[in-house]
């Protein structure tokens, strides 16, 4: 043996002890050179590569491959590809390839990446064989999906796309599907959606061939068939192209069929169902969910099945799985039953690395599940940092969405701790990012967490803005009257209002072809709300709107039309308020209802009043079953009431304790919200417009008047509509008309319709009602209302019509129509209209939603242009109502307001004898028993005026 070998030899069993024992890392790197120089010194290249090579053999076969602990195989591994690639570069390629796959069996992705990285950047990694550095691009950019490296991930892939070495197999194949990935994760839709279809021409062509690498297929395993189609469906989902997206799952499902994998044919069907699903089709979805979940029984795959169903996950030792989505609803059901303990804190940190790992939305959510069990334990601290954690770790994920709900849950966290600024601060970001959001969204199906998210920051801004007293650093925190002000103009009715904007600029403008372009586009706005909320099929209203709104942009650059911004700011004196009237906003939070009191030429003033909402929702149902009762108790039935859906006869949950009549809730509703309201509202205010909170929408607020007598009520949608509404020019002249019922089951409409002086009868058909509408002054209906408590843009009133949905829809008569609330703004041009009346059943009654809409016809014939309309808030009884619109009609010759005239109206009823309503009816048998036969509340607090007149 010669000199450079003698000396080699001890210095390679040096390092290969230093490397097992973990000792003189710090000197690898001179250790390593001095071997390099010893082994160039040896002159045969041969006896040079063999000695090299044989100890980098020993070392793998002996040590790597039998070793478990990953921190020495990745030192080990890093040696011996180095001293590899210092006889033979392209066996070091192959070599880091092998032992990364090693690496990442013991779960070191990391380590795997590093050892990739350093040899297809070291110099000798660029010459080397261009399959297998394409192999080892593949490896690599696996590897970092599945440590969410999406960004890198896709960089590395921008790269791979522009070299030369790029060729059409399959290590480009799998290239192409993680490089998908990556680009969706970075909300990249284009690139995603490009690599995806490129990735299934590439396998329809076959000409992703391994080329005889048989042991990279075992390093570098093959991209599964169904996998390349679930990510090009996963794209155009995400790229809003769900019909495509359908078609891609449906490929992947034949292909898995074809191949005999049965689990993927079953994935790739219940992707298919999902997507029908998010586009609206639930009916659709949940019946191929229901095929893939049948299918994944047979195939004994419970766990599916059962989360495709929507079921509880059983695992298979009988217990609940913990993995995944389960595992985070099991935990949070047992930390809202129990007290938070180490192994609930166990799951869920073992739910944060897999999430972390498969890159999915299960490890922010875990986190914030970490932060809820955190607070359970008082750790306010502890509490902040998890879900500031989910907030980042959202954030990363791209997931806007759940970033905004996280980001609420903190502002909520903060508000606990009195850390007030912070809390309002962070609040007021989530209605910034709400907003932004809800501006990017097509329809309120896909806007319900945006809204969530921004009901919740809002409550906590508004309790916040209501509370007087020190934070947490001890510091004054005075009422913040506008910032309540501010909230409510960003979270109430904000369709309505821009709607309401673009309806009056576009007419005052004096361009027919702007009108006709904002009608188009708030009517296509409509069907989409209607779509979402209906669960129709969204591609062609989508489709429409935004025809809508390019032709809307065209025909406003070319005509030189600037409509309102819509992010102008509202000052409190827009609300244009008469001198003897007040606006008052009420919101619903958990603490009571916040008050903002506003009048002309004062400042507004902030009242909270403490109705907490347990209270609230306890009321509203011993409200109900005392409303039940008292139709009971009057011997009303069905024929009597303009309501042919009210569920009289199921039995009234009236439980220990409750009292069944409406007197003892309207006394309760005194003691805990009327009481304090009124004594703030001040003794001059003789007119009140209110905008309610669709939550509170329940109370009757004709209860205010038992403490103040002679005060009107009007309802608005949001106080800056009022001012919007104000606005309108006054009609001084025009027709009077009156519609009856359609149906022909209410017996008082026909003498109702006779007691309207001077007004015009018309046929009770919608070509009727849309012929007269644009110069009627006043309409009164008299007929059926329906209000449908699933989408309440399907509401209406009842006429004679063909179906044309969503305009007009199927009734229960035959030849009769509902003409819905997309239907009312689309036909009726309303804006010669000071007063609409529509004496029928419940159609005032709003709803909240997803869209925090005050959705309800009143609403859509304000949009279409009326100053006014009067409608009920619940079911009215046929001859009752008769005599209140007789009373109505003759107070409005000489009352103040139109609500002035509803509120004298609604006294006059109760205080109607039985001999002055037969006189009214012209007959008896309609009376309810009772010298007062319409004293209840139930006949006299069922209409409300809606508007400003």
């Known amino acids: 043996m010669r000199p450079a070998e003698e000396r080699l030899i001890p210095l390679l069993l040096q390092i290969r002890n230093d490397l097992l024992e973990a000792r003189a890392e710090a000197e690898e790197e001179s250790r390593l050179n001095e071997v390099f120089r010893t082994a160039d010194a040896i002159e045969s290249p041969q006896l040079r590569s063999e000695v090299l090579t044989a100890f980098v053999h020993e070392l793998i076969v002996n040590h790597v491959l039998k070793d478990s602990l990953a921190m020495r195989v990745t030192a080990i591994a890093r040696v011996a590809v180095r001293i590899q690639r210092h006889v033979d570069a392209a066996l070091a390629m192959q070599l880091a390839l092998l032992l990364a796959g090693k690496l990442e069996s013991l779960g070191d992705e990391e380590g795997a990446v590093s050892l990739i990285d350093q040899e297809i950047d070291s110099a000798a990694g660029g010459s080397g064989d261009a399959i297998v550095w394409r192999a080892a691009t593949a490896m690599r950019l696996r590897l970092l999906v599945t440590l969410q490296a999406f960004d890198r991930g896709n960089q590395i892939v921008g790269a791979y796309e522009l070299d030369e070495r790029r060729e059409a197999d399959a290590f480009d194949l799998d290239i192409l599907v993680n490089g998908a990935k990556c680009a969706m994760m970075v909300n990249l839709q284009d690139a995603a959606v490009q690599r995806a279809l490129f990735a299934i021409e590439r396998h329809q062509r076959g000409d992703a061939s391994r080329r005889d690498s048989k042991w990279l297929d075992d390093v570098v395993p093959p991209t599964p068939t169904a996998r390349i189609y679930l990510t090009a469906g996963e794209a155009l989902r995400q790229a809003r192209r769900p019909l495509e997206a359908i078609n891609a799952f449906q490929q992947g499902r034949r292909q898995a069929v074809r191949d005999s994998e049965a689990h993927a044919a079953a994935f790739c069907l219940s992707e298919v ?38 079921q509880p996950v059983i695992g298979d030792d009988g217990a609940l799985d913990l993995a995944g989505v389960n595992g985070l609803a099991a935990v949070a059901h047992a930390l809202q039953v129990g007290t938070p303990t180490e192994e609930h804190e166990r799951i869920i940190k073992t739910l944060i690395k897999q999430g972390k790992a498969d890159g999915t939305e299960v490890e922010p959510m875990a986190r914030n599940l970490l932060a809820a069990l955190y607070e359970r334990r008082g750790d306010t601290e502890f509490a902040l940092m998890a879900v500031r954690a989910a907030v980042d770790s959202a954030d990363r994920l791209q997931a806007a969405w759940l970033a905004l709900s996280l980001r609420s849950n903190e502002a909520r966290i903060l508000f606990k701790a009195s850390a007030w600024g912070d809390a309002k601060r962070l609040s007021e970001r989530v209605l910034d990012d709400a907003q932004r959001l809800w501006d990017e969204a097509d329809a309120s199906e896909v806007r319900q967490v945006a809204i969530s998210a921004a009901s919740n920051a809002a409550e906590i801004a508004l309790v916040v803005s209501c509370i007087e007293g020190e934070n947490h650093k001890g510091e004054p925190w005075p009422i913040d009257p506008g910032s309540v002000r501010r909230i409510s103009d960003r979270t109430r009715a904000r369709s309505f209002n821009r709607w309401l904007e673009l309806v009056d600029w576009s007419r005052g403008v004096g361009m027919p072809e702007v009108e006709n372009a904002i009608c188009s586009l708030i009517s296509a706005d409509l069907a989409v709300e209607w779509a979402a909320q209906g669960g129709q099929s969204m591609n062609l209203v989508l489709e429409r709107r935004d025809q809508a709104a390019r032709a809307v942009v065209a025909i406003v650059e070319s005509t030189g039309a600037r409509p309102p911004d819509a992010a102008s700011s509202v000052d409190d004196s827009d609300l244009k308020l008469p001198a003897d009237a007040a606006a008052i906003d009420l919101s619903a939070i958990e603490s009571g209802v916040v008050c903002l009191f506003a009048e002309q030429c004062k400042s507004l003033r902030v009242l909270h009043i403490p109705w907490e909402r347990p209270q609230r929702t306890a009321w509203r149902a011993r409200w109900s079953v005392a409303w039940k009762a008292e139709v009971q108790r009057l011997g009303l039935n069905r024929s009597d009431l303009r309501a042919p859906t009210l569920p009289l006869d199921e039995e009234l949950p009236v439980g220990a304790g409750i009292s069944p009549t409406l007197e003892a809730l309207y006394d309760e509703l005194d003691r805990d919200f009327v009481r304090p309201l009124v004594d703030a509202l001040g003794e001059i205010v003789e007119r009140l417009i ?72 018309l046929a009770p058909t919608i070509g009727a009602l849309v012929e007269a509408m644009p110069s009627a002054r006043r309409v009164h209906f008299a007929g059926h209302g329906e209000f449908d408590t699933d989408n309440p843009y399907l509401s209406g009133l009842v006429l004679k019509a063909s179906h044309q949905p969503p305009q007009v829809i199927a009734t229960g008569t035959f030849g009769c129509g509902r003409l819905t609330i997309p239907g009312i703004f689309a036909r009726l041009d309303a804006r010669n209209c000071e007063l609409v009346t529509i004496s029928a059943c419940s159609v005032g009654s709003p709803r909240d939603h997803a869209a925090s809409e ?96």
């Open 273 to 310: 169902g999902i997507t029908w699903e998010l586009v609206g089709e639930r009916a659709r979805g949940a019946a191929i969910l229901e095929q893939a979940a049948t299918e994944a029984e047979r195939l004994g795959d419970m766990k599916s099945a059962a989360r495709w169903r929507k």
């Open 690 to 761: 209110a905008s309610v909170q669709a939550e509170l929408s329940f109370i009757p607020l004709w209860a205010l008047t038992r403490r103040r007598p002679a005060l009107s009520l009007s309802l608005v949608p949001s106080l800056r509509s009022i001012g919007l509404l104000a606005s309108r020019p006054r009609a001084t002249d025009g027709t009077s008309v009156a519609i009856g019922d359609a149906t022909g089951s209410l017996a008082m409409v026909a003498r109702e319709c006779e007691l309207l002086t001077g007004f015009l009868r």
């Open 854 to 949: 005050f959705t309800s016809v009143p609403t859509a014939l304000l949009l279409a242009g009326a100053r006014n309309v009067v409608a009920a808030s619940w079911h009215v009884h046929d001859a009752a109502t008769t005599v209140q619109m007789a009373h109505f009609h003759a107070e409005l010759q000489s009352a103040k307001s139109i609500a002035a005239a509803l509120a004298t109206s609604r006294q006059r009823l109760a205080a109607t004898s039985r001999d002055e309503a037969m006189r009214i009816l012209g007959r008896q048998d309609v009376l309810p028993d009772g010298e007062w036969p319409f004293a209840s509340p139930l006949f006299t607090d069922a209409m409300i005026h809606f508007g400003t007149g």
